[in-house]
């Protein structure tokens, strides 16, 4: 069959595509990964990309799904529109934590990390051997430092709860911080446990539900690595990175889950932003005072039920006979969305391990379910600490009743009684 067009043009050579879902040919295994492993070449890198035209002799792709996968579809599309190499690997020289995080004990241990890789951060050093063959093995993590300016820190300064110390918190409201980026890396084994279901059973879900986009989470039972097109996190580190992991350090702490109507546009509706704010807070007062703060933003916007979802709940709260009340607030979700939350906290606490943390002095929450996991996975929670009436947005006084009606708003640490009381419930801030 003739390749040539009208005029004697040629046709563009047609490209093979390679299929994951089932190991390739009689070239090299995959890289071992042995999960829980405290010295990173006995773990083993995580590989989740592969190419074409990659020297056969170079051991591939060993995990499921793709870097960057919440935004792999617009990097397809830049490299199907020419703008992007297929074959392009990055170079990282320069690229190094701009800060040294860890190692520390709970790297090694496989059942206090499952959802991050702790190496992910080292790559370019602890791999630099692999990536000098030609692996191509990527960061997960990036450290690197910056300031942030809230104005309300800076009202905070002026009503005498904050002081500029010109170190951490500057007179024209800069804050000096640490912020690390982190992608999801999920090692399967790990993932299952947490939420006590079988790994066969739920990576049929995942296959099911994704609509089949990875066929190899039913196919390649021996890749143990996912990496999910789910956004990750940042983590803001306030006061001495270097005190983490220390018995002595004091640390203060605020999971945040994403709420961008209120977190970047100011939204009245909830008490994100404001709560938001006042962990920033509180993680300053602790680094003044020689421990460490640290905010977690997770994107997890809606409650992990996005955002269409969430306006769709807001006109039908305000719609319902009777107008918004505190006691059909959770009703309402759960008749558009099926359920009331999807954040699945369980993973939650990884990434305080990943920092060292063994105790938190200050949780900047008072959600159940968030200080549950983390007391689960041996985090020990010292004091929990509510938002401000005065903080309270007007319009937010329904959330923040129906909350309290719900058992989640309390001064003190709930009894256990308590707490089995609010298992089944899915609210949060």
């Given at each position: 069959m003739s390749n040539d067009l009208e005029g004697g043009a040629k046709k563009p050579a047609i490209k093979p595509i390679i299929?994951?879902?089932?190991?390739?040919?009689?070239?090299?295994?995959?890289?071992?990964?042995?999960?829980?492993?405290?010295?990173?070449?006995?773990?083993?890198?995580?590989?989740?990309?592969?190419?074409?035209?990659?020297?056969?002799?170079?051991?591939?792709?060993?995990?499921?799904?793709?870097?960057?996968?919440?935004?792999?579809l617009y990097r397809a599309l830049a490299i199907a529109a020419g703008q992007l190499k297929a074959d392009h690997k990055p170079d990282l020289t320069n690229t190094a934590p701009a800060?040294?995080?860890?190692?520390?004990?709970?790297?090694?241990?496989?059942?206090?990390?499952?959802?991050?890789?702790?190496?992910?951060?080292v790559v370019s050093e602890v791999f630099a051997g692999l990536i000098a063959q030609g692996v191509d093995v990527r960061p997960t993590i990036a450290v690197?430092?910056?300031h942030i300016n809230?104005?309300?820190?800076?009202?905070?300064?002026a009503a005498g709860r904050l002081h500029a110390d010109g170190d951490i918190l500057a007179a024209n409201g800069d804050v000096r911080v640490t912020k690390v980026a982190i992608e999801p890396v999920w090692w399967l084994p790990g993932v299952a446990a947490r939420f006590k279901i079988s790994e066969t059973e739920m990576r049929r879900n995942l296959f099911e539900q994704t609509a089949g986009m990875f066929p190899e989470l039913v196919t390649r039972p021996d890749l143990k690595v996912f990496l999910p097109p789910i956004g990750g996190m940042t983590v803001y580190l306030f006061g001495d990175v270097a005190k983490l992991g220390r018995s002595e350090t004091k640390i203060a702490c605020r999971i945040h889950d994403e709420c961008n109507g209120s977190?970047?546009?100011?939204?009245?509706?909830?008490?994100?932003?404001?709560?938001?704010?006042?962990?920033?807070?509180?993680?300053?007062?602790?680094?003044?005072?020689?421990?460490?703060?640290?905010?977690?933003?997770?994107?997890?916007?809606?409650r992990a039920l996005g955002e269409v979802t969430k306006f769709l709940v807001y006109n039908a709260r305000k719609r319902q006979e009777g107008g918004d009340r505190?006691?059909?607030?959770?009703?309402?979700?759960?008749?558009?969305a099926g359920?009331?939350?999807?954040?699945?906290?369980?993973?939650?606490?990884?990434?305080?391990?990943?920092?060292?943390?063994?105790?938190?002095?200050?949780?900047?929450?008072?959600?159940?379910?968030?200080?549950?996991?983390?007391?689960?996975?041996?985090?020990?929670?010292?004091?929990?600490?509510?938002?401000?009436?005065d903080l309270i947005p007007a319009d937010a006084r329904v959330e923040m009743d129906a909350k309290k009606a719900a058992g989640y708003f309390t001064d003190k640490v709930p009894e256990q009684t308590e707490l089995k009381q609010a298992k089944g419930r899915r609210l949060d801030e």
């Open positions: 299929l994951t879902s089932h190991p390739g040919g009689s070239g090299p295994k995959p890289l071992p990964i042995s999960w829980g492993a405290a010295d990173p070449q006995q773990r083993g890198p995580v590989i989740a990309t592969v190419h074409k035209d990659d020297n056969p002799s170079i051991a591939g792709k060993n995990a499921i799904g793709t870097h960057s996968g919440a935004y792999a800060e040294k995080i860890g190692p520390f004990p709970q790297w090694g241990d496989a059942g206090k990390i499952v959802s991050i890789d702790p190496f992910g951060h690197t430092k910056a809230m104005p309300e820190l800076i009202a905070a300064m977190d970047v546009f100011g939204s009245d509706i909830c008490t994100c932003r404001p709560y938001l704010a006042h962990g920033i807070e509180v993680c300053i007062e602790q680094a003044q005072q020689g421990g460490v703060g640290i905010i977690v933003y997770n994107r997890k916007e809606g505190a006691e059909a607030y959770f009703e309402r979700t759960e008749c558009v359920v009331q939350d999807m954040r699945f906290q369980e993973l939650m606490p990884d990434v305080l391990h990943w920092l060292g943390v063994a105790r938190v002095d200050k949780l900047v929450s008072m959600s159940n379910l968030k200080y549950q996991p983390l007391v689960d996975s041996g985090i020990q929670v010292i004091e929990r600490i509510p938002i401000p009436d």
